[in-house]
């Protein structure tokens, strides 16, 4: 009986795990998951579960806020160099509908 050896496949766990970023936002999605910006994306946790489960990637600048609507359907991403990403939430996801510059 010979010896074998396991390798396991690396696969990257995320942008050197940040968590949020020191002038970005929070915002509550429902009662377990929450929405923080965190470098140039915007990233989802379960707080129960404490993992992540959803990332937006963004553009090459930060987000530095971010809003949902009323009803939790839209959320506005807001960039440090004036750009706002509207997302509209449908029942398979979360969909890009809309990209415009503020200035």
């Given at each position: 009986?010979?010896?074998?050896k396991?390798?396991?496949k690396?696969?990257?766990?995320?942008?050197?795990n940040i968590?949020?970023?020191?002038?970005?936002?929070i915002a509550?999605v429902?009662?377990?998951?929450c929405?923080?910006?965190?470098c140039?994306?915007?990233?989802?946790?379960?707080?129960?579960?404490?993992e992540?489960?959803?990332?937006?990637?963004?553009?090459?600048?930060?987000?530095?806020a971010l809003?949902?609507?009323?009803?939790h359907?839209?959320?506005?991403?807001?960039?440090?160099?004036?750009?706002?990403?509207l997302?509209?939430?449908?029942s398979?996801?979360?969909?890009l509908?809309?990209?415009?510059?503020?200035?």
């Amino acid at each position: 009986m010979g010896l074998t050896k396991q390798y396991l496949k690396y696969v990257p766990s995320g942008t050197c795990n940040i968590v949020g970023s020191s002038y970005g936002t929070i915002a509550a999605v429902n009662d377990t998951v929450c929405a923080v910006t965190a470098c140039e994306n915007v990233s989802f946790y379960n707080l129960r579960k404490t993992e992540k489960v959803n990332e937006f990637p963004g553009s090459e600048n930060n987000a530095t806020a971010l809003k949902f609507s009323d009803d939790h359907q839209w959320l506005a991403v807001g960039y440090s160099d004036g750009y706002v990403r509207l997302f509209h939430q449908k029942s398979d996801g979360w969909l890009l509908f809309w990209y415009l510059l503020i200035r």
